[in-house]
């Protein structure tokens, strides 16, 4: 918890200017459809450090909680805000990511779907001896991407990590040239080998 915490106000500090651009068009587009943005600032906060976060390491305002799958069209449909968000309203009373939900949404009911999403991410990891194993994690429905993603899964293992290299194994391809670019924006050095089932990416931290 102390590590996440530490991690929360690295990036809070780190992004708070960009995070005031996101700030602009989130409430532009919660006037336009009749949304709010998550009433718990830390939630709120995060997710708009996130935002900034996939800005900067993929170029594109790409859905915080969901690294890019490398299917274009997908990939366009997870740009923030996404595709999917009215239908999920429906499903958890939020988007997915618990940043939107109709105005009027109740307290109880941010709180429970904030509180989904963290169940979901805060997953334990599969880490032993240096080697993330970040496969076989269940898959979003509608995106059909793994939750937690390899993405989520090393920051979570990074904020609390002491090695001086991790090795990270990945199912696709697109997750070790996802990693790359977090390798190069958080200014790592990095690798990648396929094996026979999966891909190793070395990190030199
Ligand atoms: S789920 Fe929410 S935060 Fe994620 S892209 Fe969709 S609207 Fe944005």
């Known amino acids: 918890m102390i590590h996440m915490m530490i991690g929360f106000f690295k990036d809070y500090f780190k992004y708070k200017k960009p995070a005031k651009k996101q700030q602009k068009w989130m409430e532009k587009y919660c006037t336009q459809k009749g949304y709010a943005i998550n009433p718990n600032w830390m939630m709120a906060t995060n997710l708009k450090s996130n935002l900034c976060e ?21 990939d366009k449909k997870m740009m923030c805000p996404c595709e999917f968000v009215e239908d999920e309203i429906a499903e958890y009373g939020t988007c997915h990511c618990a940043l939107f939900g109709p105005a009027d949404l109740s307290k109880e009911q941010w709180k429970a779907s904030s509180q989904r999403l963290m169940d979901e991410y805060q997953v334990p990891k599969n880490l032993k001896n240096g080697i993330l194993d970040t496969r076989n994690m269940p898959l979003d429905p509608r995106r059909n991407l793994p939750i937690p993603d390899m993405m989520h899964q090393v920051k979570s293992v990074l904020n609390a990590y002491k090695g001086k290299m991790l090795t990270v194994v990945v199912e696709r391809e697109q997750e070790a040239l996802n990693l790359e670019k977090i390798a190069a924006y958080r200014g790592f050095k990095s690798s990648y080998e396929a094996k026979e089932n999966c891909i190793e990416v070395k990190l030199i931290l």
Do not use: H, I, Q
Request: glycine share 10%; with cysteine.
């Open 54 to 74: 996939m800005e900067a390491t993929f170029g594109k305002r790409y859905c915080p909680c969901f690294e890019p799958s490398g299917d274009t069209v997908l």
